[in-house]
């Protein structure tokens, strides 16, 4: 393998890093005044709304970058911001990006990382407008920032869900938890025998739904164009069940979703098998699919039913009906939120 | 000393965490229609330029929580964001906040912290809008965006300076600094020597300077009620160094400056003479007294002159003069990028 070439971090500084990082960046969005290089960036709004959404991750916590290649893990940075834009039915425009390094991390690390933020920008026409890079005394901290817009009665909150609404999911779930669960049995192996090659093949969906998550902004513009505006909206992030329960607390409603509408893909399936997990669990309590979880009044059913890549799950009850899972045999389970939680007791 | 109360956070998970440490806030912006609790904040800017900067504050390399009460490094948070959003001669407006935390942080820890970070916002008119707290490997890490407002006409960028501009300075510099040495010499003493209480009488204020800093809103109320608008601003985050040579690269333009018009604090001066360092290099590359640098033109000096907190320091030139200081026996001294720099080789 060839060696790859290393310039340390330090040769350049914060301010040269920055500028080396963010040199060439071309600035797309109207709303975009200013970018790079000040105390704070510049933008106008003077039509929209202005969404604001943070995420920070932590090495360790959130990513293991002994399978998570940097250009992924930019990648997938920008992405979970762009995404809760969406869950908002907006549009993102811009991100800020701060970044913690520590001295393990050299100049060609960060490219690669850039290559996979400016990606994904690039894929969602989001401009980079500004950031902050440090240093850190252990590992990688990401912090990013993204800000969208939208008209104020296009804007979909948590608390909208009506009973009787019908609760709608798009593409598939469970797959990111089933690629993780796959790079981690790997780095298991790869831990305890060198010279081992990974092997991936039949679960590349898998993999890539862990590594490369997609922001589904074609999904709001198809609601938009079929004339549907979601009651509640949010993105899965930390799983199904624990999603579907902060759109019944915030709405005071109940729910009912049937474990035979939940979407999965066969790897999935497969997958979820070969590891002896319940396929329906991990659908449920996975997280990290970035799908969107939303609501709809039940005169959308025909217009919901037709539209591809959106399957209903379920239906919005009265609150004392409580939040349930409706077997394939009938049977009626709470919904516990027992998705991703860095905090939790474990 | 009584022993303080210690509730583990997995006791209340990440979302438990977010509703105890943001109830009860209350949103005073009209900007603010939506704060914590959904994907993302929602704001509304219909008739001013939206500012927004961010920054990740790592510990070990930002602060040191074993002379850094969290109640001032949350204040602390607030500021150094709210003050940026003043460098651009705007209005700071909301925050959002993320958290990353080691199991060594209880709840009344992050209730500390939260105490300090509100404190701030309160002073400011701030609204606390959002944000993520999540789990850390080691330490503590902490990212702040701030999202403030400016008319377009009067948002003051780094690159107005024009040669002939009067170069000014708020407060005083190097207290801050200052005020580190000394936590610095209190913890080696501490370290060494159990039982000491270490001495800090009379050098409040420079403890003051480095534990709470104060963002300088009142200094751009201050301009605006005399009808001056700077031609370039910054905060003096760095070093009055290293932010002057900012400003005059990208103004592409000179600068000299004169040591005698520093604005130094007595106990500044005589906190340097007894470390035995040279007290203009600490006012230069200090860092951290978050006073505002600017620029405006040679016209307005009668109104800047009498304005109380305020002193001109020097002028702008053509750019082939360079970046100097004139020393107090009438030296040159070309400017030098000195101050604090996190990815700087050591």
């Known amino acids: 393998m060839q060696e790859k070439q290393r310039t340390e971090i330090a040769t350049l500084g ?6 080396h990082l963010t040199e060439g960046i071309e600035l797309k969005n109207k709303s975009t005044l200013y970018g790079v290089g000040d105390d704070a960036a510049v933008l106008s709004y003077p039509d929209t709304e202005v969404l604001v959404t943070t995420d920070l991750l932590m090495e360790g916590v959130h990513f293991d970058l002994t399978y998570v ?5 930019g990648y997938k940075a920008a992405m979970v911001n762009i995404s809760d834009i969406y869950a908002m039915n907006g549009t993102p425009r811009q991100i800020t ?11 060609e690390d960060m490219d690669e990382f850039y290559a996979g933020l400016k990606l994904a920008c690039a894929e969602h026409h989001v401009d980079i407008v500004g950031g902050d890079t440090t240093s850190s005394l ?6 990013i920032t993204c800000i969208g817009d939208a008209p104020k009665d296009k804007i979909v909150y948590r608390n909208g869900a009506k009973e009787t609404d019908l609760i709608c999911v798009s593409g598939d779930l469970g797959a990111a938890y089933m690629g993780l669960q796959l790079l981690e049995r790997e780095k298991k192996v790869f831990m305890g025998q060198k010279e081992v090659n990974p092997d991936f093949s039949g679960k590349e969906y898998l ?13 709001i513009k198809k609601l ?8 509640a909206m949010m993105d899965i992030s930390d799983g199904l069940s624990s999603e579907l329960i902060h759109i019944c607390t915030q709405s ?4 009912r979703i049937y474990e035979e509408r939940i979407p999965l893909d066969y790897q999935t399936a497969v997958m979820a098998e070969e590891l002896n997990m319940n396929v329906t669990t991990c659908a449920l309590n996975g997280g990290e699919d970035y799908e969107l979880l939303f609501t709809v009044p039940l005169a959308d059913n ?15 009850t009265k609150p004392e009906l409580g939040m349930a899972l409706i077997t394939r045999d009938g049977q009626e389970f709470e919904l516990k939120a027992q998705g991703w939680n860095p905090l939790r007791e474990s």
């Open 14 to 19: 914060e301010f040269g890093l920055i500028r």
């Open 69 to 73: 290649p940097l250009k992924h893990l």
């Open 97 to 107: 990006v701060s970044l913690a390094l520590s001295k393990r991390f050299s100049i």
């Open 138 to 143: 252990t590992g990688l901290a990401i912090s």
């Open 207 to 219: 993999l890539e739904r862990q590594l490369k998550p997609e922001a589904r902004g074609d999904i």
């Open 224 to 231: 938009a164009g079929q004339g549907i505006k979601p009651t």
């Open 252 to 255: 005071h409603v109940g729910c």
């Open 302 to 316: 025909e217009k919901i039913s037709q539209m591809e890549g959106i399957r209903i799950v379920g239906y919005i």
